[in-house]
C-alpha cells in the first residue's frame, strides 16, 4: 500500500486530455512538501516531467502540467498523443516516515 | 552534462553477495544526494535509500532498513548498493538517480538483477 495513491490506469484518446490524481495526508502533501511527478515510457529509466508541483525541466512539453490542492496533487496532459502512453508516478515527503514516498503508479493508454 | 551510470545486469544465486554501483559526472558529485530506487517485475517504483557522497551521511526507508547497504566512494565519483545475502525476491531493476530540492531529476540506466537458483 503506497503513502500516495494514484489510480492504477487512466486512458484518453489522442487530442484529448486527462489528469492524473495523487492523494496523500497531513504528513507528506498536506503537510506542505512539494510533489514531483515522473515518466516511465516502456522499457526505460523514470524521467522527471514536473518539479515543485507545477514546474517543468527543460525540454517538457507544456502539454504537461502540475498543481497541488491540500492534501492531493494531479498531473494533466492536454493534446494527449500516443508517445504519451506511459506510467507516472508522483512524489513527495513524508514527514512520519522521515523520507521520501512515490505513489503506487498509472499507467496511461492512449486509445 | 550530468550522467549516472550504472553497471551491467547481474545474475545470482540465493545467497549470494553483489555490489553494483552508479558513477556520476558532470557535476559535483560530494554536492547532492544520490538515491536508489526498486522496481520489481511489473510493479511500481519503491525509495529505497539515499547517500550524501561528501560525506558518506546516509539514511534508508524503513523496508529496506537491514536488507541493504548504501555506499560511497567520493574519489571516483561512485556510489554502490550492495546485499550481503541475496533472495528470490530481490530480483528487480534498481535506479540511482540524483537528489536535487527533494526530487530525483537525473537517473541511471538501471542495473537488472536476478536472484535464481
Known amino acids: 500500500q503506497s503513502v500516495l495513491t494514484q489510480p492504477p490506469s487512466v486512458s484518453g484518446a489522442p487530442g484529448q486530455r486527462v489528469t492524473i490524481s495523487c492523494t496523500g495526508s497531513?504528513?507528506?502533501?498536506?503537510?506542505?512538501?512539494?510533489v514531483h511527478w515522473y515518466q516511465q515510457l516502456p522499457g526505460t529509466a523514470p524521467k522527471l516531467l514536473i518539479y515543485?508541483?507545477?514546474n517543468r525541466p527543460s525540454g517538457v512539453p507544456d502539454r504537461f502540467s502540475g498543481s497541488k490542492s491540500g492534501t492531493s496533487a494531479s498531473l494533466a496532459i492536454s493534446g494527449l498523443q500516443a508517445e504519451d502512453e506511459a506510467d507516472y508516478y508522483c512524489?513527495?515527503?513524508?514527514?512520519?516516515?522521515?523520507?521520501?514516498?512515490f505513489g503506487g503508479g498509472t499507467k496511461l493508454t492512449v486509445l | 552534462e550530468v550522467q549516472l551510470v550504472q553497471s551491467g545486469a547481474e545474475v545470482k544465486k540465493p545467497g549470494e553477495s553483489l555490489k553494483i554501483s552508479c558513477k556520476g559526472s558532470?557535476?559535483?558529485?560530494?554536492?547532492?544526494?544520490i538515491g536508489w530506487v526498486r522496481q520489481m517485475p511489473g510493479k511500481g517504483l519503491e525509495w529505497m535509500g539515499i547517500?550524501?557522497?561528501?560525506?558518506?551521511?546516509?539514511r534508508y526507508s524503513p523496508s529496506f532498513q537491514g536488507q541493504v547497504t548504501i555506499s560511497a566512494d567520493k574519489s571516483i565519483s561512485t556510489a554502490y548498493l550492495q546485499w550481503s545475502s541475496l533472495k528470490a525476491s530481490d530480483t528487480a531493476m534498481y535506479y540511482c538517480?540524483?537528489?536535487?530540492?527533494?526530487?530525483?531529476?537525473?537517473w541511471g540506466q538501471g542495473t537488472l538483477v536476478t536472484v535464481s537458483s
Open positions: 558532470g557535476y559535483s558529485f560530494t554536492s547532492y544526494w
Open positions: 515543485g508541483n507545477s
Open positions: 512524489q513527495s515527503y513524508d514527514s512520519s516516515l522521515s523520507g521520501y514516498v
Open positions: 538517480a540524483r537528489l536535487n530540492n527533494w526530487n530525483l531529476d537525473y
Open positions: 547517500i550524501y557522497p561528501g560525506d558518506s551521511d546516509t
Open positions: 497531513s504528513s507528506n502533501i498536506g503537510a506542505g512538501y512539494d
